[in-house]
């Protein structure tokens, strides 16, 4: 009964994989200050979002290339463009880019869990499963059945080996398939935060324009010396006066003494 009910849930992912590609899973990560403060790399991200939703990878990558040409320190357009490498069926790439934003700091946790189902065909379950805990180990508990129930662990799943059971017990996952499906919560897929907008620049002084009609030449004389006085007080904050000393408290004045010669230090001729 057990092996049915995985097999159907297996073939319920393939038949979803078919309609969406399975790269989509993985677009969970929001891009850093970089291409949040530029409105040109905002517009590029959420271009690249919208085609690879849409089905057009080459068109995304391009969008999110661009992002990670000009940021390049943050890793989540490097995730992204392989994610649409991924989705355009160039695995390669998607590997080879992916391995490189595992290794920047401040790497999503996601980019090690997309490896591991790149890899999940693999002959060898250990490489696949070693970028699974990687990411698991990063990524916060309550995802965990989220990522072990992707369709591309499905195999892994089914043959139930010592290294997957190894690894569902060390983060204290069950082991039964329909109670994983029941805990998996997909994570939220954060959106592009608001672009801050700088407040205006207030102006130093607010003038009246001078009317020669209506002003004398001694009232813009006066106001002139205003605003330049405003000026100093504007650069140059107010020094505190301070009291005057009393005659009687004036330091006496020293008797200059002649030099000593020092005895200690020879003296030059």
Known sequence: MRLLFIALAWLAALTAASARSPALDYAVVLPGACVQQSPDLRAAWQAGMDLLAAGDPAGARSAFQRCAQACPEDPAPLHMSALAAWAGDQTATAIRLLVQATRMRQAPPVSSIALAALYADSPAPNVPLGWLRRGLQQAPPEEHAYWVTRPAFTRI?????????????????????????????????PGLEPLAVAEPIQPLLRLSLFDPGKD??????????????????????????????????????????????DATRPEQP
């Open 157 to 189: 799943m089914m043959e139930a080996d010592t290294p997957w059971t190894e690894l569902l017990a060390e983060f204290q996952l069950p082991t039964d398939p329909a109670v994983l499906a029941a805990l998996s919560t997909p994570p939220d897929r």
């Open 216 to 261: 004398s030449l001694e009232q813009a004389a006066l106001v002139r010396k205003q605003v330049e006085q405003n000026l100093i007080d504007r650069v140059r904050p107010p020094v505190e006066s301070q009291p005057a000393l009393d005659p009687s408290e004036w330091p006496a004045e020293e008797t200059p003494q002649p030099d000593t010669p």
